[in-house]
């Protein structure tokens, strides 16, 4: 038997928007256990994920609550490319009852290589077409919880590996 796979580095509009609505799904739950991100956020999240996908341009992002900058819960998406086939999980599976009292929501993305490769006009380009756009940070600090990496989206050689740290 002969398995032959095509691997493109183009991710189409398509395949972020099925990647993306994956994250958003996770949004959404996370959304019935903790009241945020609200429904407008969350498909400000999505669009902004399409985009950066589609234009190679995102390393990793994350969503959840810091409390005293220190991460209490939070969702990591990071980017990979993969030349074979991958399995596709289901969306799903916040952990619940993190205790998020006096704690605020927050999202943090970096880019990758790519976008400190390309021109600033075309940064600029990129970043007009987003929903929002972000202002510069630090990430919040990582205290006593663990990672659980648990998921992978998967579609046409793109991955977001999905990865869930609580305290």
């Known amino acids: 038997m002969t398995i032959s796979y095509t691997h493109s580095d183009t991710v189409t509009k398509t395949d972020a928007g099925y990647l993306a609505s994956k994250v958003a799904a996770d949004l959404k739950q996370m959304q019935l256990f903790y009241g945020k991100p609200s429904d407008e956020k969350i498909e400000a999240f ?60 927050l999202s943090f993305l970096e880019h990758n290589e790519s976008w400190h490769s ?17 202002t510069d940070g630090t990430e919040p600090e990582f205290d006593s919880g663990g990672w659980t990496s648990d998921k992978t989206y998967y579609r046409n050689g793109t991955a977001l590996e999905r990865g869930v740290y609580s305290v």
């Open 46 to 105: 999505k669009e902004e994920l399409v985009i950066l996908l589609v234009n190679k341009s995102l390393k990793m992002v994350e969503y959840g609550f810091k409390r005293d900058n220190k991460w209490i819960i939070v969702i990591r998406y990071t980017i990979s490319s993969f030349g074979m086939l991958l399995e596709d999980d289901r969306s799903g599976r916040i952990p619940p009852g993190a205790d998020i009292s006096g704690a605020s929501w």
């Open 118 to 134: 390309i021109s600033e006009s075309e940064r600029k380009r990129i970043q007009e077409l987003l929903p929002f756009q972000r």
